[in-house]
């Protein structure tokens, strides 16, 4: 059964930096985009970015552009988003999720979430 | 910039009916069209993808339709733990500006 796992989320004050790891299991991983969404306490869920399963394309949300990074390493089954210059809205449950295709497409699986918090 | 919205924002419904809900597209996204449903304190589970096609191991009572611009979920006889939010997405447009619908919540009448 596919297991992602997230890791790295906690409490950062306003304009600090946060690493989100998700480690992946149970498929082959290279073979498939992934993406990371997030949840703000209450509201819905947001696509943040995603990146293909070769790791050579990757896409960021229009709140999140320049300021986050993801990247993959297809040796240990891993997704990192990289936070810089976080912000207050940006307070969420980040969810790591496995896409159906190389590319895109739903979101099949899904890690249990981490919490990042931004506030001082 | 495609903009997913569903309806309604709640549905009350007893346990045993039958529940539709509603998701439409500004703009045709065909049949690239997936369904979550998420319990509070759980992540998100994937139910419909192409529009119609269940997920592994979701239930017969879950059937999604539709392509183009409008979709609907239906549930029929309604079971406790069928009581969720559920977001409609949209992957027809990627990268995308928008990508979820803002939820519905299926309560118990």
């Known amino acids: 059964e596919v297991h992602l796992v997230e890791s790295g989320g906690g409490l950062v004050q306003p304009g600090g930096s946060l690493r989100l790891s998700c480690a992946a299991s149970e498929f082959t991983f290279d073979i498939y985009a992934m993406s990371w969404v997030r949840q703000a306490p209450g509201k819905g869920l947001e696509w943040v970015s995603s990146?293909?399963?070769?790791?050579?394309?990757?896409n960021y949300g229009d709140p999140v552009l320049d300021r986050f990074t993801i990247s993959r390493d297809n040796s240990r089954n891993m997704v990192i988003l990289q936070m810089n210059s976080l912000r207050a809205d940006d307070t969420a449950i980040y969810y790591c999720a496995k896409q159906i295709g190389k590319l895109g497409g739903a979101f099949d699986h899904w890690g249990q979430g981490t919490l990042v918090t931004v506030s001082s | 910039e495609i903009v997913m919205t569903q309806s309604p924002v709640t549905l009350s419904v007893s346990p045993g009916e039958r529940a539709t809900l509603s998701c439409r597209a500004s703009q045709t996204v065909s049949t690239n069209l997936a369904w979550y449903q998420q319990k509070p304190g759980q992540a998100p589970r994937l139910l419909i993808y192409?529009?119609?096609t269940r997920a592994t191991g979701i239930p017969a009572r879950f059937s999604g339709s539709g392509s183009g611009r409008d979709f609907t979920l239906t549930i029929n006889s309604l079971q406790s733990e069928d009581f969720a939010v559920y977001y409609c997405q949209q992957y027809y447009n990627w990268p995308p500006r928008n990508t979820f619908g803002q939820g519905t919540k299926l309560e118990i009448k």
């Open positions: 990146i293909s399963g070769s790791g050579n394309t990757t």
């Open positions: 192409s529009a119609s």
